[in-house]
């Protein structure tokens, strides 16, 4: 049985990573490691052990990273902020594509075989907007690293509850849930909840563990995203 890392594990799409996991004992892990600034909410019921390292210094992340042992089989990067949150593009910059890849050397250089990374819609390096930009840009610098799987899932708009409120992102959420309440098609279509795209990432991870993935580099884009994390999801369960 496998050791799962995640990053980001108190985020929207993090948290529901997280538990879905340690609520899953059927799944390829037997232990997740959590690396956060706080500490998730408490798991309800049986689950599979969490051994979280709680630091706001995120400067101590890597170390840490590189001291699992055994190494994590899987890490499961769902690390974002806003440029509103972060103070700026440039601090955004240095969070969301430094860090990421900062910390994903380390976890190569450990031993992690596979890379999961939830990235956005429209990323593209050469993008003239900053933000698909920057978000093509980790995509392609964690692809260099070379795992021996890197899968990244490109979610649309992601439907789900913050912890920090988002304006516009709350009125085009309230805007899909309505579309999704006259036909489901209509919201899936540019926008996927946070669990069916958590649900997908695991799924993901347990086909790379089984030796189902042959590809190197795994892209799923929204209509995969659902298909692995609703339809097999539920087929599956």
Known sequence: MAKALILGSTGLVGSFILS?????????????????????????????????????DTSK???????????????????AT????????????KLEHDLNIELAKAAKEAGTKTYVLISSGGAD?????????????????????GFDHTIILRPGLIIGKRQESRLVESILQGFAS?????????????AQDADIIAKAAVAAAIKAEKGE?????????????LQLGSKEWKADS
């Open 20 to 56: 879905t996991l340690r609520t899953n004992p059927s799944s390829q892990f037997s232990s997740i490691e959590i690396i956060a600034r706080r500490s998730p909410p408490a798991a309800a019921g049986p689950s599979i052990p969490v051994n979280e390292f709680v630091e706001k």
């Open 61 to 79: 992340w890597a170390a840490h990273i590189s001291s699992l042992s055994p190494p994590a089989s899987v890490l499961f990067c769902g690390l």
């Open 82 to 93: 806003t440029r509103a949150a972060a103070g700026g593009f440039d601090k955004q910059y």
């Open 125 to 145: 390096p050469h993008s003239l907007f900053g933000y698909t930009k920057m978000k093509g840009e980790i995509e392609e610098d964690v692809k260099a690293l």
């Open 178 to 190: 309505g579309l999704g309440k006259l036909h489901r098609s209509l919201k899936d279509v540019w």
């Open 213 to 225: 993935v042959k590809d190197q580099v795994w892209v799923i884009g929204q209509k995969e995203i």
